[in-house]
Every structure is written in structure tokens, then in C-alpha cells.
């Protein structure tokens, strides 16, 4: 097994003005959601500035609101002091004009959108926009999982500084990243991208361009999998989540982890695949599509395969048991 190369970030010079410039200082994010704000989060733990870009003043103040609490959280469970976090927040910055992309060395969008077209769509206008923002020299990224890069960049004037990067939102404490290369994307600015992947504390996970990646193909065979071993009767839906959970040491079940990506965009995913690869194994399971259409969409909606109380406790959703 290889062993993870952290490097110091301090040899970067981050906080020191006697330093050359530092290689990636400062990062931005097109889009501030839930997936934006673990981004973010990751990004600005370690000393890196981050400046996101949102559609309205109202937007940026639930996202800093939202990191705010998570943070808070972590403090509350010891994983943060009160002075780490002041220091924290005051890296992040949220806008909504490009232009303050200008001095940064790395843009990531993560925005959300609900249909495939409208996806690209939206993608090729946030990356032209984010090129005529930024310098040359800034690297632009997405953390689409289904979209591959060559066809978001296609269109650029300097196409060969676009790569994709998944992060594992779902799982924050994920010691990799996924890291995609398009077409066109140059040799320099694939090794500087796995550098910064490592002055974050973790693994660069080189994956050949492809839909779905490595994670999300895997993923979603294995949840239908789990739903047709469900409709089947072979086990129920608990022990289906216990057995990946304690038997091959997954963090969460199939069904857990389903709920807490959100079934809606976990459809999504099957879709796109099914759109490109046309293989039945991508087809939605008909318990996922029940859901979605009931509006039952895990965690965000109190509701999925399980049912989510205030208290902190879980329960089976019976209509799917």
C-alpha cells in the first residue's frame, strides 16, 4: 500500500512576507452550497484563503452562517479551539462578482443544477466567465463527477489549465482526492494540481476521464446491489447497511450513505450514467425512484431509506422496509 505524502504547507511560505509567493494562496469556488462549503472548509483549515462566489448577498450570508455552525460544531466536540476558528473564517470571503477572482491561483465551480443540459449549460457559461476573471496562469477546476472536463473546457481560450477535482464532501475525512485530467489539459498544470491535493493532507487519486470517476460508479452499483438484495428479501435494510459497515469496514451502509449524499442527486448520478454508458447496472432502483418522487430525499428532508428525528436518532423509513 502507498503511503500518503503530506508535505508542510509552511515551506510554502503561506503566512511568511520574507517568501516568495506561495503556489496556490489563494483558492476560489463558484458556488456555496453544501458541497461549496466542505470546500471551502477543507481548503481554508489550512492557511489558504478562499474567496466564493454566490448569486446574492443573502446566499453569501447563510453560507458563512452554515460554515460558522459547522465549525462550532467542532468545537463543541473538541476538534477546534475558538481562536482557530475566528482565524478560519477570516480566510473565507464571500462575493457576487468574478472580478474578485482576479489574484487567484486555483477557481473551483461547484454549483448544482437539476438537469444534464442545464448542467453544461451552466458549467461552460460559470468557466468562460471564470477565464475572462483570472489570470492565465490560474488553474480552473470542477468537482463535476458525471461531466467529464474536456467537454466543460472545449470552448476556452486556454483550455490546457482545466482539470477536474472530486472532493468527497459526503466524507470530509476522506484521505484522497480524485484528480482528472482533460484533453487538453498540460503536464505542468496536472503536477501542480496533485501538489496542491498533497498541501492538503491528502492522496491524489489519478483517474483516467471517464463519467462517474472511480467513486461514483462504484458507489451506485453497490446501492442497487443493496436495493435489489432489499426487494429481494435477503436481508433487511439494517442489516444490509451493518453488514458493508462492520464486515468491510465501511464508515456508512449503502442505504446511510445514499441518504446523506441525497437520493435526488444520487439519481441524477444513475441517469447521466445510464445517458453514457447505457448499461442497464445505472438504471435507478425502483425503491430510489419511489423515494424521490415521495419527495424522500434522506438527511436534507427528515426522510430517505430511514427517517431522521431532531433528537439525533434514526429509524427505518417502513415504507421502504
Not at 467537454?151 to 472532493?167: A, G, P
Not at 452499483?221 to 435489489?228: D, G, I, P
Request: with cysteine.
Amino acid at each position: 500500500m502507498s503511503k500518503i505524502l503530506i508535505e508542510p504547507i509552511e515551506g510554502y511560505g503561506l503566512s511568511s512576507k520574507n517568501r516568495p509567493k506561495q503556489l496556490f494562496s489563494k483558492v476560489g469556488i463558484v458556488g456555496c452550497g453544501t458541497v461549496g462549503q466542505s470546500i471551502a472548509l477543507m481548503i481554508s483549515q489550512k492557511d489558504i484563503e478562499v474567496a466564493f462566489l454566490e448569486l446574492c448577498e443573502e446566499r453569501i450570508e447563510h453560507a458563512l452562517s452554515e460554515i460558522s455552525a459547522e465549525l462550532d460544531s467542532m468545537i463543541e466536540h473538541w476538534g477546534m479551539t475558538p481562536s482557530e476558528k475566528r482565524a478560519i473564517m477570516a480566510r473565507i470571503h464571500g462575493y457576487t462578482d468574478y472580478k474578485y477572482f482576479k489574484d487567484c491561483d486555483l477557481v473551483i465551480e461547484a454549483i448544482r443544477s437539476k438537469t444534464r443540459e442545464r448542467r453544461i449549460i451552466s458549467r461552460k457559461e460559470v468557466f468562460k466567465n471564470i477565464e475572462e476573471a483570472v489570470s492565465r496562469e490560474c488553474i480552473i477546476a470542477t468537482n463535476s463527477t458525471t461531466i467529464v472536463i474536456t467537454e466543460l473546457s472545449s470552448e476556452l481560450e486556454y483550455n490546457h489549465r482545466c482539470v477536474s477535482l472530486h472532493f468527497l464532501t459526503n466524507t470530509p475525512s476522506a484521505k484522497m482526492i480524485e484528480v482528472v485530467r482533460g484533453l487538453y489539459t498540460s503536464d505542468d498544470v496536472y503536477a501542480k494540481v496533485v501538489k496542491f491535493v498533497y498541501m492538503l493532507g491528502k492522496q491524489a487519486i489519478l483517474v483516467e476521464e471517464s463519467p462517474g470517476l472511480i467513486s461514483i460508479r462504484v458507489f451506485v452499483a453497490q446501492l442497487n446491489e443493496a436495493c435489489a438484495v432489499l426487494m429481494e428479501g435477503v436481508g433487511s435494510l439494517e442489516d444490509i447497511d451493518k453488514t458493508m459497515r462492520i464486515g468491510f469496514g465501511q464508515v456508512l451502509g449503502p442505504f446511510e450513505m445514499a441518504d446523506k449524499i441525497g437520493l435526488d442527486k444520487v439519481s441524477r448520478w444513475m441517469h447521466n450514467l445510464y445517458n453514457e454508458f447505457g448499461d442497464k447496472k445505472y438504471i435507478a432502483s425502483p425503491i430510489i425512484k419511489k423515494l424521490v418522487r415521495a419527495r424522500n430525499m434522506g438527511r436534507i428532508s427528515g426522510k430517505g431509506f430511514y427517517v431522521y428525528h431532531e433528537n439525533g436518532k434514526k429509524e427505518v423509513n417502513q415504507k421502504v422496509a
